[in-house]
Every structure is written in structure tokens, then in C-alpha cells.
């Protein structure tokens, strides 16, 4: 037993002009809720089918429970639920033939499991796929998943379509069947709020790197913004400064780590300290998705420009 | 017990549920010997992860507010926590501290910032 569900080692996908995936290390702890969080292209979809085989990766390597890809291919797919981005399967068969179609495929397949899910979350059974609406589709591909009775599983937008009620079934589903057993979920979103609720671990991947992996404990209790006025304010970002926003004499520095030390540290050069407050997952996910887009008239330090060298 | 988490408000969940539980113990509405939901349940009826609530209820066992009997179930401590009067004010001379810096950088008499504490006991106590 390794201590990570997934582990990926230098994962790349390159196209022929564009980095999907760029060197992704990712280190998902067992029996943690995983939120995988990036915009629209940042390379989340890429990064799951590589880890479930079903894209080979340009360089790096994946191992999920243990086991490596592409060798232990068919394991992986037996013991990992997945629900890929598109909520597709197959057309013509209900909920039934599905059901009858995946049992033999999943070793822990559990027609229990199916019949308390599909009750919970309110699966239509007996219609074709083809004629669900978009969210008991969703639904229907979701029970496949947690039917196998799989210790990992991988989601990406699992909660695309749901309504509130659906996806409150859902959540709790998560939790106490599977966090409260130890088994692991990866799962990619948009919705942050949520995320921020039932995840314990976060990773925002932008452009195909990951720019954050960290513990939402650790976020809480540690990520602050420091609202400053003062002259000559630094304007670097370093190792603990992860963006900084404003100008002139006044600034809004968001900080990793130690905010009270660095406050006063300013406090110490004669600024004065306006505010420390918390940040919430979305804004630690806009303001590391922000400094990394390429805004580069007026941003000081970025745009490489012929300084004279007295600076 | 009804306990709210508020996942935008930037105090760490886990001490959002210790500190309602601890005002729950303190105002009477748990009372000795209660017991509270598993780590699961409460997980899952706040759809919260688990290690959230339990590091809060680690805490909490740790302060000496709640005991876990093993394989048992977790209860509101019967007896407070086994410490000397001087640990006790020890541990609250922070919050003191604390309150005595706010009020005075809000220009608030001592009588001010004492009868707002005196109010706030009286508050728990009006609890059934």
C-alpha cells in the first residue's frame, strides 16, 4: 500500500503548438476528497485520461493504488469508478442494461449498492439514455460509477446538470460512504463553494501546470490578505507573497504563510497595517489564476523592459 | 444540537464546529454525559469531510470538553477538565488580553468592555 491513491510523476501531454499538461506532479492522499480545480482548457480533462489510460501521456508516469500506467491498465479501470466529462453511454439501453452490461466487468460490482443509489439520487431506471435530460444522465453514469464499489473515484464535473437536491444526495453519498470508509475521490469542479466544503485536499492546475497543492486546513488557517498603505512598499512576489494587487500606496498582499510576521515587518518600515483577513478558496484560485495570466502593461516586475541600472 | 458551518467565512471549519459545541456545553443545551453524533454522522448530515470534524472532536477530547469511550461513542466530558485553577485562567489570559487591546483602540472605558463581559454571561445563562 502506497500512501498516495494517485501519484503522478512529471505527467506531460503535448500537442503539436500547445502544452495540455505541463509536468504534473500530483500527490492525492488516500481516503482524501481531492478537488481539482482550473479553468475552462487548464488541462484537467487531459490530466484525468491520463491517469484512467484512455490518453498516453507525451512523458512522466501515472500510478493510481499502486498500480502503474499503461502496464496495469485493465486493474486500474476495475478498480477506480470513473465518470468522464462527457455523459455519454450507450444510447439504445436503460438503466437496467447498463446495470446488466457493466456487472461482469467490476469485481466489486454490487447490485445492492445500485438499487440504494439509484433510489437516492433518484435515477430513472427503465428509460433509454438517449432520452435522459441532461442531468439524469449525469445521474445514471454517476450510479455506474459508485456501483462498482471501487476504493478511488475519479469524477470529472460530476456535478454538471444536478439540482440542488440531487447534488446534496450526491455529496452526502461521498462523504459517508466513501471519505467515511477512507476510500479516495478525485474530482474535478468549478463549483469552489462546494469544493470548499467536503474537500480536504485542493490542486489548481492552470495551463497545464499545477500551481497549488495543498491541505484546505492549511489554507484556511494560513493563506491571508494584508491590506497595507505605506511608501516604497515592496512589490516582488516571493516564496510566501503569492500576488499582489494594487499600486502606489496602497496594496493588498496575499500571503502563504506568517501573515502577522509580515505584517509587522512592514509595520516596522513605517506602513500602516489597514487589514489581515482570510481568504476563501475562490479567492486564493482567482488570485493565483490571475498573476499567472499574461496582463503585462502595468504589471510592475513582469514585462522585462530596459531599466537603467541605478534601480 | 443544531451546528452551522459557513465554508466562506474564513475561520477553519473545524473550529467553527469546536467552538458551537463548546457554546452548546457552556449554555446548557448539552449537558453531561450526552451523547454527540459519530464523526460520520456529523460529517454527513453537514456535508463536511470527516477529518474536519474529526480534528474538531480531537480538540475538543484534548480540552477535556468531550470524551471518547473506544468503540463506544462520544460523550460530553462528565467532570471539568482535570486542570489547576492557575492552568485554567492561563489558558484564558490570551482572550483577556485580547479583549482588553480591542476596547482599548475602540476608546471603550473598562467599565464598558466589563459589562459587555458580564452580559455575555448572562446571555449563556438565559439558555434552557
Known amino acids: ?259 502577522e510576521r509580515f505584517a509587522a515587518e512592514l509595520r516596522s518600515q513605517g506602513a500602516t497595517i489597514v487589514e489581515i483577513s482570510p481568504l476563501n478558496l475562490e479567492q486564493v484560485f482567482l488570485q493565483l489564476v490571475r498573476k499567472e495570466e499574461p496582463c503585462t502593461s502595468g504589471n510592475s516586475g513582469a514585462t522585462p523592459v530596459a531599466v537603467s541600472s541605478s534601480i | 444540537m443544531i451546528i452551522h458551518v459557513n465554508s466562506s467565512s474564513g475561520l477553519p471549519l473545524y473550529l467553527q464546529i469546536e467552538s458551537q459545541l463548546k457554546h452548546a456545553v457552556a449554555a446548557g443545551a448539552l449537558k453531561q454525559g450526552d451523547s454527540l453524533p459519530s464523526v460520520r454522522k456529523m460529517a454527513s448530515d453537514l456535508r463536511v469531510n470527516p477529518n474536519t470534524v474529526a480534528r474538531a472532536y480531537q480538540n475538543l477530547e484534548r480540552e477535556g470538553v468531550i470524551r471518547t469511550v473506544p468503540g463506544g461513542g462520544t460523550y460530553v466530558a462528565d467532570n471539568v477538565p482535570g486542570l489547576l485553577k492557575v492552568e485554567k485562567l492561563k489558558r484564558l489570559r490570551p482572550l483577556a488580553m485580547q479583549v482588553a487591546v480591542e476596547g482599548t483602540h475602540l476608546r471603550l472605558t473598562q467599565e464598558d468592555v466589563l459589562k459587555l463581559v458580564e452580559e455575555a454571561f448572562e446571555d449563556l445563562g438565559a439558555k434552557p
Request: glycine share 8%; with cysteine; proline share 3%.
Open chain 1, 1 to 259: 500500500m502506497t500512501e498516495y491513491a494517485i501519484q503522478t510523476e512529471a505527467l506531460a501531454k503535448l500537442y503539436a503548438v500547445t502544452r495540455a499538461v505541463d509536468g504534473l506532479d500530483l500527490r492525492v492522499p488516500r481516503g482524501s476528497i481531492y478537488g481539482f480545480l482550473g479553468r475552462n482548457g487548464a488541462g484537467k480533462t487531459t490530466t484525468i485520461r491520463m491517469l484512467m489510460g484512455l490518453a498516453a501521456p507525451t512523458r512522466g508516469s501515472a500510478t493510481i493504488l499502486g498500480m502503474r500506467q499503461p502496464e496495469d491498465k485493465l486493474a486500474i479501470l476495475q478498480r477506480t469508478g470513473f465518470v468522464g466529462e462527457k455523459k455519454t453511454l450507450f444510447d439504445a439501453m436503460t438503466g437496467r442494461d447498463l446495470a446488466k452490461f457493466n456487472r461482469p466487468f467490476f469485481p466489486r460490482w454490487s447490485d445492492e449498492l445500485m438499487a440504494k443509489y439509484s433510489r437516492q439520487l433518484e435515477v430513472p431506471m427503465d428509460v433509454e439514455f438517449k432520452k435522459l435530460s441532461l442531468g439524469n444522465r449525469t445521474k445514471l453514469c454517476l450510479l455506474m460509477a459508485l456501483a462498482q464499489g471501487a476504493e478511488l473515484l475519479i469524477l470529472d464535473e460530476p456535478t454538471s446538470g444536478l439540482d440542488p437536491v440531487v447534488m446534496d444526495a450526491l455529496l452526502k453519498v461521498l462523504i459517508e460512504d466513501y471519505a467515511g470508509e477512507g476510500r479516495t475521490i478525485f474530482l474535478s469542479s468549478h463549483n469552489l463553494a462546494e469544493v470548499e466544503k467536503v474537500a480536504d485536499w485542493v490542486g489548481i492546475i492552470h495551463n497545464g501546470k499545477l500551481l497549488l497543492e495543498a491541505s484546505l486546513e492549511d489554507i484556511r488557517a494560513d493563506y491571508r490578505r494584508v491590506t497595507v498603505a505605506g511608501n516604497a512598499l515592496p512589490s516582488e512576489r516571493n516564496e510566501q507573497i503569492f500576488s499582489i494587487s494594487g499600486s502606489g500606496d496602497s496594496r493588498e498582499y496575499f500571503v502563504r504563510n506568517e501573515a
